[in-house]
């Protein structure tokens, strides 16, 4: 630590010199009061001064007061020495701007414990400064009347000017000029509210070359020791980049929802209009292949098979496309709807199926939930029919389940198929994909595209846990109803 | 108060001597111990020049009736002549600085006479003392700006 002895009596400078050395401080000494000011102007020079009161030139309380009006946001720790001792003194001098008073004789132990307190608080202000001047937000303070009298690294880089371009001047200085007066009212506004913070607002700040800046401004009032207010504190934060990714991000989410919807009109219109022909190719090749069986050859018949078969997978095809587009357009109100219902309706379509395959379906208590009842069922429907579907040489089994996970459900369909590799979990809800051909097991690919649809419509998401022979479980989630948790007995 | 060279008895009584102008203590005897006599010398030596300029400042302004510089200047000296345990010149520097202060009307050029006596006589001991400390450095210059 540096610190600046200043006496005009060279026995005491000597012996302070000597005295502080040895305890490790580096010692500058100055004779008169103007030698003691241009030590401490320089911006290197010394943050501790032990000043004599009387000294030629300029005596200690005027080299106080010029510091503290000079330093240029350095701070000078001031301990004022002399043979002064009255209180009236001690005033004069700590008013003068001094952090400590001594007097003379001085007591070496004391005047070493009271430059240790000094340097404390200049380590701490240091830190500070370091602080404040390094932080990666662009930083400034201003006096009540919006002179800037502190500025940090980052918002001389925001702005592109010098810091001492920045001091002095008043913070609208650098508003763009149709936001000049706005700054300066709500400048003044800050500095004359009951409360220390600000709500945060945003600027176009001008930057050197010109350029808009857009920033979002915090501002907080410094108040002194007294509780006055003696200025503000603004940080700002340059959210030009922010801004101009959230505009781009909102025409693309606008661009994206304008084609999916037209994607989807494109979808049903299509398969809506391509119904009508296609029926009355299936309906004549069925009655091609009624009236004129073992009339034709053989290779006539299985031609005709084959058109009977296509025309009809083009029509399940199409079924379900139009049943997927429809998922998003024709939707019907979300209302609180009891699962277990929703269930008994499955469970009726499905019969034939689960008849058929002599599968156990089974449930727990179910929940209500707020939905598509229409939707639910196809979902469900879906499900179940899959989980009958694939399954292996053993009795289908299907068990749904629901728990609760905050303010939502977890609707569970486990079966004991023929699983799922986990490389095609993702896979499997995509429209078209399927895992095995038609032979192996009949279908379009567009069943689970449509659950994933529902569920997400509803604000849900949906996924799968699987063992390759060892069966799946579908889970869904879907939100409570507005009633609370609605949980119904099986 | 005058510099009493003698020992407290049991009784509390203190065995009258003459009084001497100058002996080491305090700081300066600390510093001695603590081996710093080069220092100490230099530190005498700094004092006696500066002392001498002083003494000069001040016997001109008791002449001209300057009290505010005879108030000053008796000020700054007595800082220094506490540091250096002349306590019989501090005690004479504080009364000219107050009755300088207050503006009493004083034969200052008496009280200044008075006060070079004993400085002279400090001076001696000082000397007398500083001869009899080993040399063993050139005196250490003083760098203020």
Same mark, same amino acid.
């Given at each position: 630590m540096?610190?600046?002895?200043?006496?005009?009596?060279t026995?005491?400078?000597m012996?302070l010199?000597?005295?502080? !050395?040895?305890l490790?401080?580096?010692?500058?000494?100055?004779?008169?009061g103007?030698?003691?000011?241009?030590?401490?102007?320089?911006?290197?020079?010394p943050?501790?001064?032990?000043?004599?009161w009387?000294m030629p030139?300029a005596?200690?309380?005027?080299v106080?007061?010029?510091?503290?009006?000079n330093s240029?946001?350095?701070?000078?720790?001031?301990?004022?020495?002399t043979?002064?001792?009255?209180?009236?003194?001690l005033?004069?001098?700590?008013?003068?701007g001094a952090d400590?008073?001594?007097?003379?004789?001085?007591?070496m132990?004391e005047?070493?414990?009271?430059v240790?307190?000094?340097c404390?608080?200049?380590?701490?202000?240091e830190r500070?400064?370091?602080?404040?001047d390094d932080?990666?937000?662009?930083?400034?303070?201003a006096?009540t009347?919006?002179?800037?009298?502190?500025?940090?690294?980052a918002?001389c880089?925001l702005?592109?000017?010098?810091?001492?371009?920045?001091?002095?001047?008043q913070?609208?200085?650098?508003v763009a000029?149709?936001?000049?007066?706005?700054?300066?009212?709500?400048?003044?506004?800050?500095?004359?509210?009951?409360?220390?913070?600000?709500?945060?607002t945003?600027?176009e700040?001008?930057?050197?070359?010109g350029?808009?800046?857009l920033?979002?401004?915090?501002?907080?009032?410094?108040?002194d020791?007294?509780?006055?207010?003696a200025?503000?504190?603004?940080?700002?934060?340059?959210?030009?980049e922010?801004?101009?990714q959230?505009?781009l991000?909102k025409?693309?989410?606008a661009d994206l929802?304008r084609?999916?919807?037209?994607l989807e009109?494109f979808?049903y219109?299509?398969s809506?209009?391509?119904?009508?022909?296609?029926?009355?190719?299936a309906?004549?090749?069925?009655?091609l292949?009624?009236?004129?069986a073992g009339r034709l050859d053989?290779?006539?018949?299985?031609?005709?098979?084959y058109?009977?078969?296509?025309a009809?997978?083009?029509?399940q095809?199409?079924?379900?496309?139009?049943?997927l587009s429809?998922v998003?357009?024709?939707g019907g109100?979300?209302?609180?709807?009891?699962? !277990?219902?929703?269930?008994?309706d499955?469970l009726?379509?499905?019969?034939?199926a689960?008849?058929?395959s002599?599968?156990?379906?089974v449930?727990?208590s179910?929940?209500?939930?707020?939905a598509?009842?229409?939707?639910?069922t196809q979902l469900?429907?879906n499900?179940?029919?899959?989980a009958?579907?694939?399954?292996n040489?053993?009795l289908?089994?299907?068990?749904i389940s629901?728990?609760?996970a905050?303010?939502?459900?977890i609707v569970?369909?486990?079966d004991?198929?023929?699983?799922?590799?986990?490389?095609?979990?993702?896979r499997?809800?995509?429209?078209?994909?399927r895992?095995?051909t038609?032979?192996q097991?009949p279908?379009?690919?567009?069943?689970?595209?449509?659950?994933r649809?529902?569920?997400?419509?509803?604000?849900g998401?949906?996924w799968?846990? !699987?063992?390759?022979?060892?069966?799946?479980t579908?889970?869904?989630?879907?939100?409570?109803?507005?009633?609370?948790t609605g949980k119904?007995l099986? | 108060m005058?510099e009493?060279?003698g020992?407290?008895?049991?009784?509390?009584?203190?065995?009258r001597?003459?009084?001497?102008?100058? #002996?080491?203590?305090?700081?300066l005897?600390?510093?001695?111990r603590a081996?710093?006599?080069?220092f100490?010398r230099?530190?005498i030596?700094a004092?006696? #020049?500066?002392?001498?300029? #002083?003494?000069?400042t001040? #016997?001109?302004a008791?002449?001209?009736?300057?009290?505010?510089a005879?108030a000053?200047c008796s000020?700054a000296?007595?800082?220094s002549?506490?540091?250096?345990s002349a306590?019989?010149?501090?005690?004479l520097?504080g009364?000219?600085?107050?009755h300088?202060?207050n503006?009493?009307?004083?034969?200052y050029?008496?009280?200044?006479?008075?006060?070079?006596?004993?400085?002279?006589?400090?001076?001696?001991?000082?000397i007398?003392?500083?001869?009899?400390l080993?040399?063993?450095?050139?005196?250490?210059p003083?760098?203020?700006?």
């Amino acid at each position: 630590m540096r610190l600046l002895i200043a006496d005009d009596d060279t026995v005491y400078r000597m012996f302070l010199g000597r005295e502080l !050395s040895k305890l490790g401080y580096e010692v500058v000494t100055a004779c008169d009061g103007a030698a003691a000011l241009a030590v401490l102007e320089d911006i290197a020079g010394p943050s501790l001064a032990i000043l004599d009161w009387s000294m030629p030139e300029a005596d200690g309380i005027e080299v106080c007061r010029r510091v503290r009006t000079n330093s240029g946001g350095r701070y000078i720790y001031l301990l004022l020495l002399t043979a002064r001792d009255t209180p009236a003194d001690l005033i004069a001098g700590m008013g003068a701007g001094a952090d400590d008073y001594l007097t003379k004789p001085v007591n070496m132990t004391e005047l070493h414990l009271r430059v240790r307190a000094g340097c404390r608080i200049l380590e701490f202000e240091e830190r500070s400064r370091q602080l404040f001047d390094d932080a990666p937000i662009a930083y400034h303070e201003a006096n009540t009347s919006g002179v800037i009298v502190r500025v940090n690294h980052a918002e001389c880089r925001l702005l592109g000017y010098g810091a001492d371009e920045i001091l002095g001047r008043q913070v609208w200085d650098f508003v763009a000029p149709a936001q000049v007066e706005k700054r300066r009212a709500g400048f003044r506004a800050a500095v004359e509210a009951p409360n220390q913070r600000m709500e945060d607002t945003e600027w176009e700040m001008r930057g050197r070359n010109g350029d808009t800046l857009l920033v979002r401004l915090q501002q907080n009032q410094v108040r002194d020791s007294l509780g006055a207010v003696a200025g503000l504190r603004c940080t700002m934060l340059d959210i030009t980049e922010l801004r101009r990714q959230e505009e781009l991000l909102k025409r693309q989410a606008a661009d994206l929802a304008r084609s999916n919807a037209e994607l989807e009109q494109f979808a049903y219109v299509a398969s809506h209009d391509l119904q009508e022909p296609l029926r009355m190719v299936a309906s004549f090749t069925q009655l091609l292949a009624k009236r004129y069986a073992g009339r034709l050859d053989a290779k006539a018949d299985e031609y005709i098979g084959y058109t009977v078969g296509g025309a009809k997978r083009m029509q399940q095809l199409i079924g379900d496309l139009l049943a997927l587009s429809r998922v998003g357009t024709n939707g019907g109100e979300f209302r609180d709807v009891p699962l !277990s219902k929703v269930m008994s309706d499955v469970l009726l379509n499905l019969g034939p199926a689960v008849q058929e395959s002599g599968a156990a379906v089974v449930h727990d208590s179910l929940p209500t939930v707020l939905a598509d009842r229409g939707q639910m069922t196809q979902l469900l429907q879906n499900l179940i029919g899959n989980a009958i579907k694939f399954r292996n040489a053993q009795l289908p089994q299907v068990h749904i389940s629901a728990e609760e996970a905050g303010d939502k459900w977890i609707v569970s369909v486990r079966d004991n198929g023929i699983g799922i590799a986990p490389e095609h979990a993702e896979r499997v809800f995509q429209i078209f994909q399927r895992l095995h051909t038609r032979d192996q097991y009949p279908g379009t690919g567009i069943g689970l595209a449509v659950c994933r649809k529902i569920v997400e419509r509803h604000g849900g998401k949906i996924w799968l846990d !699987s063992t390759p022979g060892g069966g799946t479980t579908f889970h869904f989630t879907l939100h409570k109803c507005a009633s609370g948790t609605g949980k119904s007995l099986r | 108060m005058d510099e009493i060279d003698g020992d407290a008895t049991e009784n509390g009584d203190t065995c009258r001597k003459p009084p001497v102008p100058w #002996r080491l203590s305090g700081a300066l005897a600390d510093l001695e111990r603590a081996g710093e006599s080069e220092f100490v010398r230099n530190l005498i030596d700094a004092f006696l #020049r500066d002392t001498a300029t #002083r003494m000069e400042t001040m #016997r001109k302004a008791a002449a001209s009736m300057d009290l505010d510089a005879l108030a000053a200047c008796s000020h700054a000296l007595k800082g220094s002549m506490l540091l250096m345990s002349a306590h019989r010149l501090a005690e004479l520097c504080g009364d000219i600085q107050q009755h300088a202060a207050n503006r009493e009307h004083r034969d200052y050029l008496a009280m200044v006479d008075q006060f070079d006596v004993v400085l002279r006589e400090t001076r001696e001991a000082m000397i007398s003392h500083v001869d009899g400390l080993p040399r063993h450095h050139p005196p250490t210059p003083d760098h203020s700006r």
